[in-house]
């Protein structure tokens, strides 16, 4: 296991962090949420921290927080309201891609202005019948002199409507076989051609937007191809996707244990029987397992972002914290619900967002069931030893 211990610097920042969302987000987030209303103001002084350059480079102007800093920072802020740590890890996912793979020129132009916000980022994979099955997408980009033309619609595209400059996958050949080796992955800024559909109502994780993507015509120019090598984008955005169910998963852990503190404050203080129902053995046991399952969320966490860190391959771990962190989100959530009894399902109490944001870490950067399957593939190649 590779183990980490954060510098002073970093604690700083997790602090600063801390005292932002105590200051700026924890008194909105309830009635934004509810409103399904975009945080603006929030959103600003996220630029002004530096956060949407927090991963990227200082040699690009970014802070350049290593992968355990930020997963818990993540927690963090999602421990507020889950949905201001999606409008950060999109444009990041993207940054990274670009910062691994993109020629130095790519990088010289687009990282700067992402660590600013001036340009802000997603990721565009997901389309209306596409989505655990990356292969199987079916926007394409045909090469056309100095452009490619790219045709088609993404879908659950967060940062849809805000965001301007996105890291889109493609099919620049669709006969090529096996079918990932054609598809390459491209920034695409919005213009002509490039816009956004329309704002998806979601059951939770409210308050960012989620919206279609819509290409028709559109003309990207080939030095905008990542890495400028045509077949390489399915490896690159699932290289990205490391960091994304790092942060997936640290959104589990903040979930969880907003959820576990507001079921500790509630049961101390309710009493049925004369007594607080801390007191009685049923709740008890509830609050030892969701504690237990939260600890163990985030050793996974630390684990798959120190191995990142290193320089060491993650996916396994990684794919393996977001798994566990996200069941244990989903499941904390309901039993924190149980906790407060009938008071936990009206929305005065923070408890019924907690269950509404959890399921979306079950689906997000891969369902659950499609995560096991990558993990039991790679865990044979591992173990082919013992067989």
Not at 66 to 82: D, G, L, P, R
Not at 148 to 160: A, D, H, P, R, S
Not at 202 to 218: A, P, Q, S, V
Not at 273 to 295: N, R, S
């Amino acid at each position: 296991m590779v183990t980490k211990e954060m510098t002073t610097e970093e604690k700083q920042v997790v602090s600063m962090i801390r005292d932002f969302v105590k200051r700026d987000i924890e008194p909105v987030a309830s009635e934004m949420e509810h409103a399904d209303a975009y945080p603006f103001e929030i959103v600003e002084k996220m630029k002004q921290l530096g956060l949407f350059g927090c991963t990227i480079g200082q040699e690009y102007g970014g802070m350049g927080l290593n992968s355990f800093t930020y997963a818990k920072v993540i927690e963090e802020i999602t421990a507020s309201w889950m949905s201001v740590a999606g409008i950060i890890n999109s444009h990041l996912i993207m940054a990274h891609i670009v910062e691994l793979f993109g020629t130095e020129d790519q990088k010289k132009e687009f990282l700067p202005k992402m660590a600013t916000a001036e340009f802000r980022g997603g990721i565009a994979l997901t389309e209306p019948n596409c989505g655990s099955d990356v292969s199987a997408i079916q926007t394409s980009a045909v090469r056309d002199g100095d452009d490619y033309v790219v045709n088609g619609n993404k879908m659950l595209i967060t940062n849809g409507e805000h965001g301007d400059t996105f890291a889109v996958l493609a099919k620049t050949d669709k006969t090529i076989q096996p079918a990932y080796k054609g598809i390459g992955c491209f920034i695409m800024q919005k213009g002509p051609g490039f816009t956004h559909g329309r704002h998806l109502e979601k059951l939770g994780y409210r308050g960012i937007d989620t919206t279609e993507l819509n290409f028709k015509d559109f003309h990207v120019p080939a030095g905008n191809l990542i890495g400028k090598e045509e077949g390489s984008g399915f490896k690159q955005m699932m290289t990205g996707l490391e960091l994304g169910r790092i942060n997936v998963a640290a959104r589990g852990v903040g979930v969880a244990r907003a959820a576990f503190e507001k079921a500790m404050s509630y049961a101390q203080q309710r009493q049925t029987f004369g007594v607080p129902i801390a007191e009685h053995q049923a709740i008890q046991i509830k609050l030892a397992d969701m504690y237990t399952k939260i600890e163990a969320s985030r050793l996974l966490v630390e684990q798959a972002s120190a191995k990142k860190d290193a320089g060491e391959r993650c996916d396994l771990e990684a794919g393996a914290a977001k798994l566990f962190a996200s069941e244990t989100a989903m499941e904390v959530a309901l039993e924190a619900m149980r906790v407060h009894g009938g008071v936990g399902y009206i929305k005065e109490h923070n408890v019924e967002r907690y269950f509404r944001d959890a399921p979306l870490m079950l689906i997000g950067e891969g369902t659950n069931e499609i995560q096991r399957t990558v993990m039991a593939r790679q865990l044979l190649q591992r173990y082919k030893h013992l067989a």
